[in-house]
């Protein structure tokens, strides 16, 4: 919301629907050189340790967690949008919102 009002806000028409969300994939991936295997792994690694030590969803929660309150995403019907952009790789990216 708060990029809504800092931003958005300012162009006529542009509201927010309190009944919609539309889900845009647009993953946050690192690419690392080839010829940096290890590198690669030990991201991969450390990456996997904060998701399972629960640091990922507190500072999640910490950032974001009003603006999820705010959204009150169960009460919206959600349409997900294709992003032709995005390498085939990542296109089994759903959106997870029980997770929030």
Avoid: C, W
């Avoid at 800092?6 to 690419?31: C, K, M, T």
């Amino acid at each position: 919301m708060v990029v809504y009002y800092n931003r958005a806000s300012h162009h006529e028409g542009l509201i927010v629907d309190d009944n919609i969300l539309l889900f845009y994939q647009f993953p946050l991936v690192f690419y690392v050189k080839p010829e940096l295997p290890q590198l690669a792994e030990r991201i991969d690694d450390e990456f996997q340790k904060i998701i399972t030590s629960g640091k990922l969803d507190s500072i999640f929660d910490n950032h974001y967690g009003d603006i999820v309150e705010q959204l009150n995403l169960e009460k919206r019907v959600m349409s997900l949008l294709d992003n032709p952009l995005i390498p085939d790789d990542f296109r089994h990216i759903k959106p997870d919102l029980d997770n929030l």
